[in-house]
């Protein structure tokens, strides 16, 4: 774009009039260092800005109504929970190695208050490099293959019907339990679903089905949910699954001990739904705990850095705090708290607000330098977690289906007492009935709040509409820098031929001059194209090494450096042959590869801003100064000012840290010391972002380019 | 030829005294004259759908079950509901809809009738029902079958704005519109009077340009209009402010009461309703203090006694009548203002002074009025015309026996 705009002001240069946008535009150009010192300089203040522009939330949606109605749980239900909890507990229910025996208590306190019951049967799935699905919706016409019957896990699945309901919506409350080895903590989150779910069966306003699954967690969380999930939105019409459950007998024994036990028949061996999923809770509860009150932890970042509609997130702060009197966290970087540079930005924002609110009095925009510094923190995490695109908790699963989840972790203040036990059942139980009864009134999806913020705090956030700007202002020099390039690129070639040449061969040889050095920037596009592919392959390369089997993490990331490089040597042998010959010429041109690179560069940032904002901007920051500064070694090494040794040493530092690994490491390094860094740690790190799919993955090897130009 | 000729003189001959009659009557009875209020009609309407929106059902049928108290039968109420609260799914009672916390009242029974409900209620429906505009298959429940002497309560609650109020989250009725349907209304000879009470926020700008009609909106421009209370129990507000005085206003009286509309209107505290009710009285002919609140909120007609079970008037007798009535009762109003001023604070039981007055001067079949005109003799026209009248059968008889 920057390219054919500048033809148009070269087209237009001996009119006389010109209109005002393109001499807006000429002279930004003209004038693009400084306008690109500005602009990163504001936009990395803008993002330091952030949390002083932060709003405080509001439930958007008229029909959630949260706290309008009293809550109903009682003693009576919070002690049928606790009598859950004490089976569990009890050191008879472990006996069993597989844990069948608490899952069959489980799904018999389910029957006993009236509701549907069903096991699902699932095979954890391991966690696979599909280089092609980025975008793609969650696999869900994966084949079975032959597991093994010993791994398998089993989720308990209760459902109430709404009594006056049409059954086309459902609520899902999520509690992951480890029959294995679970805690009193897991134990403890299952008493209060279960002091919910009996109070739930006697109700009469549900309008949306409730479902409650008991996920086995001992192949993780997440995979335990995302099996139930798959199962649950892709129906199997043949029976090709029965036969590989017959031939466990395990699991069949147990479905038979059920169906015998349980005279009703609301057990059922098949798998149960209930109508569409409008919101998703995953409850845990923490064992230990250190913190002197009562706190709910809320995570909601999901795979991509998709978050849950905001309203969700509203509900439950609103309802924990106002009406269960509980602490409520979002996750913070705990290490910037302490950070001094922070607690400083933090008072000179504090007494500019006071300066301005001197000047005029409606000005208010100034937070305690102390709140500054957790809202920085808490942006932070909430940037890092978007932009890694992992989510935290299995609430996850759920938005690959656009069902909007959040987990909720309570973490109680510890005592063993029993009174202290009752009191969390209590509040749990009501708060969860809080949040089911308010999303249970809701009509639509969730829609009317945000689904692009980032937030602060647990009632405050930043909205598309304010993140957006720091991320413009920073990505703003790049379209012009690229104009600039190119147009010096073309000039100075301009010049040293109009001095060679003489006058009267001009008029013959410019138009056909100029039509060769208009098309010139495609040879410097060709270069790229060919650092991009490089790119590519390297990124394909983990998801070929990840197939030889018993290889240790350190043996594979040298394996893959290795390849690397050798594919380099080939696609620079192979292709870029000619560019070699031109040698002469190729640092002429540098500028023009520059100038493309920049535009390649800012395309593929707004797209990934489009994509998965967090990733952007944090890309964006480490990628911006660098294209920017970005010169030949030689060029800096020839001219042997104190400018270009400086600009050559950022380069070389920018170059390094920009490089995944070495940022990696930094950032390892930081949190944890240098001492345990070790290559292989990458390449584990790396294999769980391939496992999430994430679009990290692809902006990591795009940082990867631009070092290859540097 | 005779015969021929004969049965068409005849015809002449009866037809004079007819003519005669007529005139004479004619002549009496004032043309200009509006009609007696004979009947009331109550168009309650609730244009809100979702659970959320509970309390303008609630308010709706809480209007519904005080004007049927005060004596308008169910097929003079258009009631229409936009959502149906008492069956949503979300009902902790089912089939029960409560305008109060305590739960005393269901107004929910077994005798509600609605006339629109669900997506029948849309703006198009509830203009027809004004003008009368049907489509034929309509029956007759559902129509607003009022004639010139009726006295029509509109009543409208839901979500409004500036110069509108929201019909079923979809669509708007703009207050030209409404000004438009009563000005139909009245071409039409459908109301005798209207009163149009509005709920919702800036509820006065709706009517700002409705002519011929007494109007009372729960707030000014600008101003919201709130609920009263939220009911912790079923989860909802379950009651509009400006609704829940006017219905306090209304439980204190029964269908014999004389409280007059400005002693509502007056009723409304712009503290304990966080809005200011807003009446607007300039295009209504009578005084306020003089109007019973029950002329449109109930149905207290006066009884005319007669002499005979079936008094055989035709219409324009009654609209000569109801000349004299009118002269009787503003003497009365005047009587019965002093009375007010008297006793100011409580109101007046006294039993219908209109019956009292109609009793004396309703004695009235033909005979007696014509007994009564000849009495007064006054009116020598008149005079001529009752004696050219009774010589007509005289004529005709001698015609007759001549032949």
């Known amino acids: 774009m920057a390219e054919t705009k500048e033809k148009s002001l070269s087209d237009e240069k001996p009119k006389p009039r010109v209109r005002p946008i393109v001499r807006l535009g000429i002279f930004l150009i003209s004038h693009s260092f400084h306008v690109s010192v500005v602009c990163c300089t504001a936009g990395v203040l803008a993002l330091f800005l952030l949390p002083v522009l932060a709003k405080n939330t509001y439930i958007s949606e008229n029909a959630l109504m949260p706290g309008s109605a009293s809550p109903m749980l009682s003693n009576q239900h919070v002690s049928d929970g606790n009598r859950l909890v004490k089976d569990l507990t009890n050191p008879n229910s472990k006996s069993s190695e597989t844990g069948i025996e608490s899952h069959k208590i489980i799904a018999q306190y389910m029957l006993d208050l009236g509701a549907e019951v069903s096991f699902h049967k699932f095979h954890p799935q391991m966690n696979q490099f599909h280089p092609l699905h980025f975008f793609s919706s969650p696999d869900s016409g994966k084949i079975q293959e032959n597991y093994s019957c010993s791994s398998y896990g089993i989720n308990t699945v209760g459902i109430i019907r709404a009594p006056h309901g049409d059954g086309k919506e459902a609520i899902v409350l999520v509690t992951p339990y480890n029959a294995l080895k679970s805690g009193f903590g897991e134990a403890l989150s299952l008493g209060i679903a279960y002091s919910v779910f009996s109070l739930l069966t006697q109700v009469t306003w549900l309008a949306k089905d409730i479902i409650w699954l008991v996920a086995d967690s001992q192949y993780g969380e997440y995979a335990a949910v995302a099996a139930w999930l798959r199962e649950y939105q892709t129906p199997k019409f043949s029976s090709l699954s029965t036969p590989n459950a017959e031939m466990c007998p395990d699991v069949n024994n147990l479905f038979e001990l059920k169906g015998h036990s349980i005279s009703g028949s609301k057990f059922s061996n098949s798998f149960r739904r209930a109508g569409t999923m409008a919101s998703a809770l995953v409850l845990k509860v923490r064992d230990q705990n250190e913190q002197f009150e009562d706190t709910i932890s809320i995570y909601a970042e999901a795979s991509n850095g998709q978050m849950p509609n905001l309203d969700l997130i509203n509900v439950v702060n609103y309802l924990a705090v106002h009406r269960q009197g509980l602490r409520v966290n979002v996750e913070k970087l705990w290490s910037l708290l302490n950070s001094s540079w922070l607690k400083s930005l933090g008072e000179i924002f504090e007494s500019l607000a006071k300066v301005a609110k001197s000047l005029y009095p409606k000005w208010k925009f100034g937070i305690p330098a102390t709140e500054y510094v957790e809202g920085t923190a808490t942006l932070a995490s909430s940037l890092y977690y978007q932009a890694l695109g992992v989510p935290t908790g299995p609430h996850g699963a759920f938005r690959d289906y656009q069902v909007d989840a959040i987990t909720l972790e309570i973490s109680p203040k510890f005592s063993l007492d029993k009174v202290w036990r009752n009191d969390i059942l209590l509040r749990g139980g009501r708060l969860i009935e809080g949040v089911i009864r308010s999303v249970n009134n809701l009509l639509e999806k969730f829609h009317q709040s945000f689904f692009l913020y980032l937030l602060t705090s647990p009632s405050k956030f930043v909205s598309v509409g304010v993140y957006m700007i720091a991320f413009a202002l920073l990505i703003a020099p790049l379209p012009m820098v690229a104009a600039s390039l190119y147009v010096d690129a073309n000039s100075s070639s301009n010049c040293s031929k109009g001095d060679s040449s003489t006058p009267s061969a001009i008029t013959d040889t410019d138009e056909h001059s100029i039509a060769i050095r208009s098309w010139r920037w495609l040879n410097s596009a060709k270069l790229v194209f060919i650092v991009h592919l490089w790119g590519a392959i390297v990124s394909l390369l983990p998801y070929f090494i990840s197939q030889i089997p018993d290889c240790s993490p350190t043996t594979s990331f040298m394996i893959w450096v290795l390849l690397s490089i050798l594919s380099l040597l080939t696609l620079n042998s192979v292709l870029a042959s000619p560019l070699a010959c031109a040698k002469a010429t190729q640092e002429k041109e540098w500028a023009l590869v520059k100038s493309v690179t920049i535009s390649s560069v800012f395309i593929g940032l707004g797209l990934m801003s489009v994509i998965n904002f967090a990733t952007a901007e944090i890309g964006a920051l480490l990628m911006v100064p660098m294209c920017l500064l970005a010169q030949p070694l030689k060029l800096d090494v020839r001219a042997g000012t104190l400018r270009s040794f400086c600009r050559m040493i950022c380069n070389l530092v920018l170059g390094h840290i920009a490089f995944p690994p070495a940022a990696f490491f930094l950032l390892k390094g930081m949190l944890d010391g240098f001492g345990n860094a070790n290559v292989g740690d990458f390449w584990m790190w790396v294999e769980s972002l391939w496992a999430w799919n994430s679009a990290t993955y692809l902006f990591i090897v795009e940082v990867t380019y631009i070092f290859s130009h540097g | ?403």
């Open chain 2, 1 to 403: 030829m005779e015969t021929f000729i004969n049965p068409k003189s005849l015809f002449h001959l009866l037809l004079l005294p007819c003519l005669l009659l007529y005139s004479s009557i004619a002549y009496n009875s004032s043309p200009v004259e509006a009609a007696m209020h004979t009947n009331n009609w109550a168009v309650l309407v609730c244009t809100s759908r979702f659970w959320f929106n509970y309390r303008h059902m609630a308010n709706t049928l809480s209007l519904y079950r005080t004007v049927k108290r005060l004596g308008i039968p169910d097929e003079r109420i258009i009631l229409m509901l936009a959502d149906d609260m008492a069956c949503n799914t979300r009902n902790k009672y089912p089939a029960q809809v409560f305008n109060n916390e305590n739960h005393r009242l269901n107004l929910y029974g077994d005798n509600v009738e609605v006339d629109y409900r669900g997506y029948e209620v849309t703006v198009e429906n509830f203009l027809r029902v004004l003008t009368g505009r049907h489509e034929t298959a309509v029956p007759r429940s559902k129509r607003l079958l009022s004639d010139e002497g009726s006295h029509i309560l509109l009543y409208m609650t839901g979500h409004g704005g500036d110069e509108f109020l929201k019909f079923q989250d979809s669509e708007e009725l703009q207050s030209h519109d409404l000004a438009d349907a009563v000005k139909q209304m009245k071409e039409k000879h459908r109301f005798k009077e209207l009163l149009i009470m509005v709920d919702t926020c800036q509820a006065a700008t709706l009517f700002n340009q409705s002519p011929g009609v007494l109007a009372i909106g729960s707030s000014m421009k600008g101003e919201n209009s709130y609920s009263h209370h939220l009911d912790s129990d079923v989860g909802v507000s379950v009651v509009d402010r400006f609704t829940y005085y006017t219905l306090a206003f209304f439980e204190r009286l029964n269908i014999y009461d004389n409280a007059s509309l400005s002693s509502l209107f007056s009723s409304y505290n712009p503290s304990l309703l966080m809005s200011t009710a807003y009446y607007r009285k300039d295009l209504y002919k009578r005084r306020l203090e003089e109007v019973p609140v029950t002329n449109f909120f109930g149905s207290v007609m006066e009884t005319i006694h007669t002499d005979a079970a079936y008094k055989a008037l035709s219409r324009r007798n009654s609209g000569r009548f109801e000349d004299e009535m009118s002269l009787d009762q503003s003497v009365h109003h005047i009587k019965r203002r002093m009375l007010i001023k008297v006793n100011d604070g409580d109101e007046i039981h006294d039993i219908n002074p209109e019956l009292l007055q109609g009793e004396e001067g309703a004695s009235k079949c033909p005979w007696s009025t014509f007994r009564k005109k000849f009495q007064k003799a006054e009116n020598v026209d008149s005079l001529l015309n009752y004696g050219l009248v009774a010589m007509i059968p005289l004529l005709v008889i001698s015609t007759w026996l001549v032949q």
